[in-house]
């Protein structure tokens, strides 16, 4: 998107992925000091690169060696571009091989910390070495540089990679074993900074109030005086593209929220508040929500249905069928807005190398533009999820509601195992809603990732008072995870779990018994369907 006030896409790097799980993480390091970025798989074109026209390139890290044929190989034309390259541990042995060097399988590999120290100045690595002449880095390599291209000087070593970081200071080619995007590396953000704003001369204009700024003048240009409808779910991406549009276009945007009995305790509610609070005090236009109550026409589809899967394909599609016909009954709508995020845009374009791409689907409205015949207006395209709370922020959105956890789309029909039926909603929605209250009380709802309650539907025997009880269970999920890919369970303390236990089966009748699950991702998911 450019704007037309400022151009905050102007300056901007290259990254050039090899596969690293990494790879995101450099961007966003990037990011953060205010420079724009995108990422390409390693195997795009010449003329690609040149119509990108980076002021610099980063040359992420690598699952392969270049010490075998036929691996990935950085474009020949990144070299004649005129501009700082930085490769980045494959980055760098691939730098190094295709630019006369050599690199060799490493008797001893390095994983993890490791210590450089420093051979000879150097203007990229000045910032780690401020202060200290051996440094922490993060290391993850089985090959190493064995001998440097002509023109390069070696500015730091480890005790298992001579050439731990090497430059080309005429033609400003750079070159690291250890990870400096990875926050075990001391310093490693001072290293990409120095990068990204001094050897590649980029000024910084990429922070939440310009991000802000031209996407609002790219949202006006691009609709016009035209209607637009979007799907509010009350998560973090479809709020803040709420929030940005009614600035941008105010009254021609319609929102609408789809209450399909499968949501948390007073959801609806509450993102109506948040949405008040935020457009208040004139800071923001008028939100114009429909809020469909399609409880029944949900409930009863998913009745008799046990089989996760086929709940949420039922769930996907009533969820399509409702919003449709909401949509359709206002008048002359163009374009359906949507809260895609950078990372859907690259996993969706992962090259055939990208081996550390997983590919997930959780899109609530896939179908949607199709068949609706609508065109897509999608504001957070190039954003990261951390950039997307940034600017949610910024516009005035409760930070409760910027840093709720995520919430599937098939909602409380995945926490409720088997056949859905609306008493076990009710009474999953009490309990997940005491241990979300006691999270938050006890200041533990920021340190994990993702909590809430499963309704399990066995039954199991209880004392309350002088009374058996033969009721159902509920399970408690608590997990920490960076990626949502990988997750560890979360050590909550026990008498946090204890306060939270006694609060669910003294005030929810129909529970007998609660548990706490103690499985990590993998082998266990983080859902329990
Ligand atoms: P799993 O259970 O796969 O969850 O370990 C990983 C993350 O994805 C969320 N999730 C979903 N989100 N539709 C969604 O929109 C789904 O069908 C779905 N299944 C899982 C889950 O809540 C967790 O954050």
């Given amino acids: 998107m450019q704007g037309t006030l400022r151009d905050i896409h102007a300056q901007r790097l290259l990254i050039l992925d090899f596969g690293s799980q990494y790879t995101q993480l450099i961007a966003r390091r990037v990011r953060e000091c205010g420079v724009y970025c995108e990422i390409y798989p390693f195997d795009i074109t010449a003329a690609e690169i040149a119509e990108f026209g980076p002021a610099g390139v980063i040359l992420s890290g690598g699952p392969e060696t270049v010490t075998e044929g036929a691996t990935p190989r950085i474009p020949q034309s990144v070299f004649e571009l005129g501009v700082p390259v930085l490769g980045i541990c494959y980055g760098l042995q691939a730098m190094a091989a295709q630019l006369g060097g050599e690199v060799v399988a490493s008797e001893l590999r390095e994983f993890g910390h490791a210590q450089i120290n420093s051979e000879a100045n150097s203007n990229l690595l000045a910032p780690i070495f401020a202060s200290a002449s051996a440094v922490d880095v993060w290391m993850s390599h089985g090959d190493k540089v064995a001998a440097m291209p002509a023109g390069f000087v070696c500015t730091a070593s480890s005790a298992n990679a001579p050439y731990a970081a090497i430059e080309d200071p005429q033609r400003q080619f750079f070159g690291v074993q250890f990870h400096p995007e990875v926050t075990h590396t001391d310093n490693g953000e001072a290293l990409?900074?120095?990068?990204?704003?001094?050897?590649?001369?980029?000024?910084?204009?990429?922070?939440?109030?310009?991000?802000v700024e031209d996407a609002i003048s790219s949202v006006r240009a691009l609709v016009g005086k035209d209607k637009v409808v979007l799907g509010l779910s009350g998560g973090v991406d479809s709020s803040v593209v709420a929030a940005l549009l009614a600035r941008a276009i105010g009254e021609q945007l319609t929102c609408i929220f789809v209450d399909n009995g499968l949501l948390r305790k007073n959801e609806s509610a509450e993102v109506r508040a948040a949405f008040s609070g935020a457009m208040g005090e004139g800071s923001l236009a008028e939100l114009n929500i429909i809020t469909v109550n399609a409880q029944g026409e949900f409930l009863s589809k998913l009745a008799g249905v046990d089989d996760p899967e086929a709940k949420r394909k039922i769930i996907g599609a009533t969820f399509v069928d409702v919003f449709e016909r909401e949509a359709k009954k206002l008048n002359d709508v163009n374009w359906l807005a949507q809260g895609t995020i950078y990372p859907d845009v690259i996993e969706s374009a992962a090259s055939k190398y990208g081996k550390a791409h997983v590919i997930k689907s959780h899109h609530n409205v896939g179908g949607l533009p199709e068949r609706m015949t609508l065109a897509l207006i999608e504001p957070l395209r190039e954003l990261f999820k951390d950039e997307v709370r940034k600017i949610g922020l910024h516009l005035g959105l409760p930070p409760s509601l910027i840093h709720r956890h995520p919430f599937p789309g098939p909602g409380l029909g995945v926490r409720i195992l088997g056949e859905v039926k609306p008493s076990y909603a009710e009474v999953l929605r009490d309990a997940d809603a005491i241990f979300i209250e006691e999270l938050r009380r006890a200041d533990l709802y920021e340190q994990v990732s993702q909590a809430f309650a499963v309704y399990l539907p066995v039954k199991s025997v209880g004392v309350v008072g002088d009374?058996?009880?033969?009721?159902?269970?509920?399970?408690l999920r608590a997990v920490e995870t960076i990626d949502f890919m990988t997750a560890r369970w979360a050590h909550l303390p026990y008498d946090f779990i204890e306060g939270v236990s006694n609060r669910i089966i003294n005030e929810i009748s129909a529970v007998s018994r609660v548990v706490y699950d103690v499985s990590s991702k993998p082998p266990a998911t983080i859902e329990w369907e």
Avoid: P, T
């Avoid at 009374?467 to 399970?475: D, G, K, P, S, W």
């Fill in 467 to 475: 009374a058996r009880r033969y009721e159902h269970v509920i399970a």
């Fill in 192 to 211: 990409i900074k120095r990068f990204a704003r001094e050897l590649c001369g980029c000024q910084g204009d990429w922070n939440a109030a310009n991000i």
